[in-house]
């Protein structure tokens, strides 16, 4: 989940709505003089005008009022939520609130249905912000956000045993260049945390990648983004199943990249993953020499974040 995403500014009026939020209670106003349920916040009662307002909790039951899903994300930081189902709900008090509707397929989602409500946690401040869902769910276990931790790769028992095949086997080796990308690695967050420790420790601590509020403003994209430098060392994270084991070395070298970009970037708070092809092999008296086309993705995302030619020298 992204660092970045904007939230709601509590104002004097509407303090109580959002402070009711972060106790799981769902607050609403209601006059004093007509009875009337008013949303969203106000000073005074939309029927009879008097400024007697008073804040009185709901069970939060509604029902649907209207409904769109979107697909494109208006930010980078909300690529983690789509696709996105945008809804307007009635309470059973009658006032009608914007919010979004979670744990719910799109072929499950009809007009009327009824609601319930998930106060969702989004930061560790012991934010919420108000969802819905259907009555079937169970609400609690949407309310917390989705896990940050790296996702694991496959078992080794779900993956196909590995090729062996033998440094001095010139023929097997030039086999493996191939225009077929392997199946895509585990998936790994790129975190406003982990760009922070990355910044510290190599001394970019540039605005883009460090200070997400002058980033939300000013940067092209709307928030912070990882440094390519970072996000091309995580690939050292990225855990694919190329379906081959080179054997019979003795020394195996990082030696370098023949060709190194990043074409997209990659907002904090990104699900990542890699795949990669052998591109070609050079065989000399210094030894052999395997390139990797590594390619990182944001998940969902078609152009890559970064293009790696990795190559790696085998001495025998």
Known sequence: MSNN???PVPTQISAPFWE??????????????CDHWNFYPR???TVCLEHDLAWREVDGAATLYSYTVTRIATLPDF?????????????????RINTNLVGLAEDEIRIGMPLQPVFAEVDAKGNRLLRFTGVDKDAASLELPPAQDS??????SEQPAARQIDLNDEAALQSLVSEQYSDWSNVVVVDQALIDAFAQLSGDDYWIHTDPERAR?????????AHGALVQVLQSRMKMALGFEITGFS????YGSDRLRFPAPVPAGSRIHSRARVKKVDISSRGTQLT????????????????NDLVILYLA
């Open 5 to 7: 995403k904007p939230m």
């Open 20 to 33: 009711g939020l972060k106790a799981r209670r769902l607050l609403i106003q209601q006059c004093n003089a």
């Open 43 to 45: 000073r005074h009662c």
């Open 79 to 95: 690529m983690d939520e789509m696709p996105q189902k945008l809804a307007v709900v009635e309470l059973a008090q009658g006032v």
């Open 151 to 156: 996702e694991p790769a496959p078992a080794a």
């Open 217 to 225: 403003l000013q940067s092209p994209f709307g928030g912070t983004i």
């Open 251 to 254: 020394t195996q070298i990082n």
């Open 292 to 307: 990797l086309e590594l390619t990182t993705h944001v998940v969902g995302q078609d152009r890559p974040s970064v293009i």
